[in-house]
């Protein structure tokens, strides 16, 4: 059974950091290309960042230069890195995976809270 | 990038009745790569829909999705007590890949 289990939420100041974490099982992880997905409060599912099997990444323009997606293929782990955090980036951050080529993601953990607030 | 309006933002319908979702796409969905997801309150988002038409694995009958284009709809033939939640679209066909705002939909 593919589990997707992030963790690393919490409560940051404006211009912190903090980094995501997701814990992959049931699947060969370093097969997949991996995504991160956020939702803030009262709003929709924005798609975040993601990282193909290569390690290739591609960010939205509302987080390039401040994230940053890895993988480690040996612990079957996703991360975020999340730099000069701002009040927007609050939000429950998920990760995902898709099906199979061609498909949308399939696959996604419960989420973690990220709270960026003085 | 490709931007997705949905429509109702909530419908308030009765278990039993059909529900009928509207989202639509600011520019043409590359190879119908549209999907829908149902998302309840503190659980991960559920694949419904993929390819505009084609159900998920393990998604009941009742829920169908059709469209092309700009244009796509998904509908609830009977609601089940289940299914009041949030359902997002969502396109995969473009980067970046984008989703909808939602529609809630909640019993009356």
């Known amino acids: 059974e593919v589990q997707l289990v992030e963790s690393g939420g919490g409560l940051v100041q404006p211009g912190g950091s903090l980094r995501l974490s997701c814990a992959a099982s049931g699947f060969m992880f370093s097969n997949y290309w991996m995504h991160w997905v956020r939702q803030a409060p009262g709003k929709g599912l924005v798609w975040v960042s993601r990282?193909?099997?290569?390690?290739?990444?591609t960010y939205a323009d509302s987080v390039k230069g401040r994230f940053t997606i890895s993988r480690d293929n040996a612990k079957n782990t996703l991360y975020l890195q999340m730099n000069s955090l701002r009040d927007e980036d609050t939000a429950v951050y998920y990760c995902?995976?898709?099906?199979?080529?061609?498909?949308?993601?399939?696959?996604w953990g419960q989420g973690t809270l990220v709270t960026v607030s003085s | 990038e490709i931007v997705l309006t949905q429509s109702p933002g909530t419908l308030s319908l009765s278990p039993g009745e059909r529900a009928t979702l509207s989202c639509r796409a600011s520019?043409?969905?590359?190879?119908?790569?549209l999907a829908w997801y149902q998302h309840k309150p503190g659980q991960a988002p559920r694949l419904l829909i993929y390819g505009a038409s084609s159900r998920a694995t393990g998604i009941p009958d009742r829920f169908s999705g059709s469209g092309s284009g700009t244009d796509f709809t998904l509908t609830i033939s009977r609601l089940e007590p289940e299914d009041f939640a949030v359902y997002h679209c969502h396109q995969y066909g473009s980067s970046p890949w984008t989703f909808g705002q939602g529609t809630k939909v909640e019993i009356k």
């Open positions: 995902a995976r898709i099906l199979a080529v061609g498909t949308p993601l399939g696959y």
């Open positions: 520019q043409s969905v590359s190879s119908s790569y």
């Open positions: 990282i193909d099997s290569e390690g290739s990444t």
